[in-house]
């Protein structure tokens, strides 16, 4: 059966000054299906996740979400498309001048022309599904981490969105909560069928939810496949990685020296 | 000291980036007024006159303390320096101009400068670093048409209104000192400035705090946006728009009063 492509990402180049941050990435993400990026930190996913979402704009390279190039889109189309895309970032960015109610429904606010009672039992709805009923009077200051992620997913879901970004889910957690989000997560995906994108350096939680997983290094794709390809690579820098093995680089004498004098 | 000449050129660039920053955002904030609603996302009343509050209502105290004062020192210095020659009666002409014209708009603009324009700064730059200017971007908000654009018009509004105000309480301190000290009525006081005071005296004050508030607000929030490195940047920030927007608002007044009184 042949699946219908709902991320796909051809030779992306990007740069941080003159810095080549990545380089030459290719991707494609089936509809309904859970991707996890994985890398190490500075292996260049946050930036990866960043062009996805269309904020940053790339040196080289197409990216198509829905069929569509979003960095072709004109302002319109893609403030057409965000009502398709929920994201839910590292440290929640709830908005922190409002209750977590109101963050919930700022995205009904902005994209629909429901009356307010609407919104607000939608809102409820999206609470309820994350195990945050009853919360939702109260300002982002006053919850916990976890409940702070869960009420970014809430914020993200409330569209309905067919692209679900998760960036970090289980990073500043407790094993607990963090499963808690992994199940959330496969909930989420059965229940509306969203294709879900999740950026990590957790392996557990990768190794759970994920369908395929593509491992980032140092900007290039070193491996996409499912869980059992990606724990079988015979690449190195792969196995360093699900080791938890520092890395050993060959140490070139001639080069070390000229670093420390140059 | 050979690198003197790349420094500068390099401050050069920086400075002249920044000021193409800041007409762009100037720019689209106004296109933002004007064509938000066609785009369906118009600026909304509610937020701009919340920010009005912050900005205007709640300065009235302090600003109505300043320019009193303002005006009771320019009824002591003026009543002093005229003894001299023996006209102290004309005193009234001194404080009358010298308070519309130059005092009011100014110690309103350092005084707003300092409360709101800092406030702008730390607010959108919190909400840089906490990745909820990205949010609103991905949920689909202008961050210049929900953020900027409301201060903006907020300050254009509460500053002349804050210096029409300025100009009465200044004139006021001013009578008080001036009516005990040369034995006038109050009333008397204020005939005179009446007599005195032309349309276009009060008038070049006005157009001055429309000039300020451009100033406040464009370096407050585009000091904002530009915030990098945490806490630590968020400070530098702030500090660093205060001191430019006073810096701004005292060079413009010289040049408008030189321009305005030709």
């Given at each position: 059966?042949?699946?219908?492509t709902v ?14 941050i ?11 299906e ?13 930036t990866?996740?960043?062009h ?12 198509r979400l ?10 319109l189309?893609?403030?057409g498309?965000?009502?398709e895309m ?9 908005f922190?001048?409002?209750t977590?109610g109101q963050?919930?429904c ?5 994209h ?5 009672k ?5 809102a ?5 599904v ?7 009077n ?5 919850l916990s981490?976890?409940m ?5 997913l809430?914020r ?16 500043g957690l407790?094993?607990v909560v ?12 059965q229940?509306m ?7 990590t ?11 395929r997983?593509t ?11 499912t869980?059992?390809q ?33 | ?14 400075g ?18 004007f ?8 600026v ?11 900005i ?19 009824a ?25 014209r130059?005092?009011?708009p ?6 707003v400068a300092?409360r ?13 670093e906490?990745?909820?200017?990205d949010a609103?971007?991905v ?5 210049i ?12 509004i509460?500053?002349p209104?804050l210096?029409i ?10 009578a008080?000192f001036?009516?005990?000290?040369l ?14 005071l032309t349309?276009?005296?009060v ?9 300020f508030?451009?100033i ?9 946006f530009?915030v ?9 920030a ?25």
């Amino acid at each position: 059966m042949a699946m219908e492509t709902v991320i796909e990402v051809k030779e992306l180049f990007t740069h941080y000054g003159e810095r080549a941050i990545l380089k030459g990435i290719n991707l494609s993400v089936a509809r309904g299906e859970i991707m996890v990026i994985m890398g190490g930190s500075g292996s260049g996913k946050s930036t990866l996740l960043r062009h996805l979402l269309g904020l940053n704009r790339p040196s080289a390279g197409v990216i198509r979400l829905l069929g569509r190039d979003i960095n072709k889109m004109s302002e319109l189309e893609m403030h057409g498309l965000r009502r398709e895309m929920g994201v839910a970032f590292q440290g929640g960015a709830l908005f922190g001048s409002m209750t977590v109610g109101q963050n919930v429904c700022l995205p009904l606010m902005e994209h629909t022309q429901l009356d307010e009672k609407t919104m607000r039992i939608m809102a409820r709805m999206k609470l309820e599904v994350v195990n945050l009923a009853g919360f939702e009077n109260l300002m982002p200051s006053e919850l916990s981490g976890g409940m702070i992620k869960r009420a970014a997913l809430a914020r993200a879901v409330v569209m309905d969105p067919k692209i679900l970004f998760f960036d970090e889910p289980s990073a500043g957690l407790d094993p607990v909560v963090s499963a808690e989000l992994d199940e959330l997560i496969l909930k989420l995906r059965q229940a509306m069928g969203m294709t879900i994108v999740v950026v990590t350096h957790e392996l557990e939680s990768a190794f759970k939810i994920a369908d395929r997983i593509t491992v980032l290094d140092e900007g290039e794709i070193l491996i996409t496949g499912t869980v059992e390809q990606v724990q079988n690579s015979d690449n190195i820098r792969v196995q360093n990685l699900l080791h938890r093995r520092p890395r050993r680089d060959p140490i070139d004498g001639d080069e070390y020296l000229r670093r420390l004098t140059d | 000291m050979r690198h003197f000449p790349e420094q500068l050129g390099r401050r050069a660039m920086l400075g002249l980036e920044e000021l193409g920053y800041v007409m762009v955002l100037l720019a689209e904030s106004i296109g933002w007024l004007f064509l938000g609603h066609s785009r369906r996302q118009p600026v909304r009343a509610a937020a701009i006159f919340h920010e009005a509050m912050q900005i205007g209502v709640q300065a009235i105290p302090i600003v109505s303390m300043l320019c009193f004062a303002v005006g009771v020192m320019l009824a002591i210095q003026g009543i002093e320096t005229l003894k001299t020659f023996g006209a102290e009666s004309k005193v009234v002409i001194g404080i009358a101009l010298s308070v519309t014209r130059e005092f009011s708009p100014l110690i309103v603009a350092v005084l707003v400068a300092g409360r709101s324009g800092s406030a702008i700064a730390a607010r959108i730059g919190t909400m840089q670093e906490s990745q909820e200017i990205d949010a609103l971007r991905v949920i689909g908000i202008s961050p210049i048409r929900y953020l900027a654009a409301p201060l903006m018009v907020a300050t254009l509004i509460a500053l002349p209104t804050l210096t029409i105000l300025g100009d009465f309480v200044g004139l006021f301190g001013g009578a008080i000192f001036t009516a005990i000290k040369l034995n006038i009525t109050i009333s008397t006081y204020f005939l005179r400035c009446i007599e005195i005071l032309t349309l276009e005296d009060v008038g070049q004050g006005l157009v001055k705090s429309v000039v300020f508030a451009f100033i406040i607000s464009l370096v407050g929030i585009s000091n904002g946006f530009q915030v990098k490195g945490g806490a630590e940047g968020v400070g530098r920030a702030t500090t660093r728009s205060v001191v430019l927007s006073i810096s701004l608002i005292i060079l413009a007044d010289m040049i408008f009063t030189f321009f305005m009184n030709r």
